[in-house]
């Protein structure tokens, strides 16, 4: 059955904490991430995206029912997935300030992040159909309090503790994809912002170009097992570019204009 297509190779898999691998010091500015931060927080395009790629996962869910399934898992990423950031983006960019542990963990504390669209419905929705939802995600396990107040917040029901595996002493999720697996629930959908939230092959160090090729070679399970969240602010895609190298700013700003694919222009 499809929902089942790549779970065993996924739980046996880990992805890298996306937040850890932006932290490259820099003195200069963070005005690159102005129209990205734009896009997910004024565009309708950004918003209608996140509606349908919740709209596929909950016609997953409904099929899956429909044909008998039982006991169904989904597994969740937070943020980008769940929760929306960008406002801490938007600090950064104002206070010229990269991302750090620190400022990251008083924006966690603060509980205030707004919803992904269509996030709370869905999981709401899966609830009531009687599906197990589990988080799995490399926030911190001292932000367990607050992301549980921040999502009560926002009105998603059942957001108990044991539904929550965060990071501890490692960003590895495969024990934590196994935990999930051995609750005796099937797990059937994986949702996140990066793709190395189902498996780790699209993670460190894989090029940019096997992304790409693992991507053509796994398309089947894409709007069925994997369902995809935009995230144009931080992710593997863009440490791939920097080739998972630590970079000062100049650094990375030359890297991302030589990645540019562009036009020749006029003769």
């Known amino acids: 059955m499809r929902y089942f297509i790549g779970i065993a190779a996924i739980v ?6 996306q937040r850890e691998l932006t932290k490259i010091s820099s003195q200069n500015s963070q005005e690159y991430l102005v129209a990205a931060t734009l896009y997910v927080q004024k565009s309708a395009e950004y918003e209608a995206l996140c509606l349908q790629a919740y709209a ?3 016609a997953q869910l409904l099929e899956y029912f429909e044909n008998g399934g039982g006991k169904p898992a989904v597994v969740l990423d937070l943020d980008e997935t769940v929760l929306d950031n960008s406002a801490y983006t938007a600090w950064q960019i104002l206070a ?3 991302y ?24 709401n929705i899966a609830d009531s159909l009687g599906a197990e939802l589990y988080y799995i995600s490399n926030r911190d396990v001292s932000g367990l309090e607050a992301t549980i107040r921040n999502m009560a917040d926002l009105g998603i029901n059942r957001v108990e503790e044991d539904r929550f595996f965060l990071k501890t002493t490692t960003s590895d999720k495969t024990g934590r994809r196994k935990d999930v697996m051995d ?8 949702i996140g912002d990066n793709l190395g939230d189902f498996d780790r092959i699209w993670d460190k160090p894989a090029p940019l170009e096997d992304r790409s ?7 089947a399970q894409f709007g069925t097992v994997f369902i995809v969240l935009p995230n144009p602010l931080y992710g593997t895609w863009l440490q791939a570019i920097y080739g998972y190298e630590h970079m000062d700013e100049d650094a990375q700003r ?6 540019l694919e562009a036009w020749e222009g006029p003769e």
């Open 12 to 17: 046996l898999t880990s992805c890298t904490t």
């Open 213 to 219: 090729k693992m991507v053509a070679n796994r398309r």
């Open 254 to 259: 030359e890297t991302r204009r030589k990645a």
């Open 96 to 98: 010229d300030r990269p």
């Open 100 to 123: 750090d542990d620190d400022t990251w963990n008083q924006w966690v504390e603060d509980a205030s992040a707004p919803a992904v669209p269509g996030a709370v419905r869905f999981l």
């Open 183 to 190: 609750t005796g629930w099937n797990l059937i959908m994986l």
């Open 56 to 58: 596929q996962a909950e």
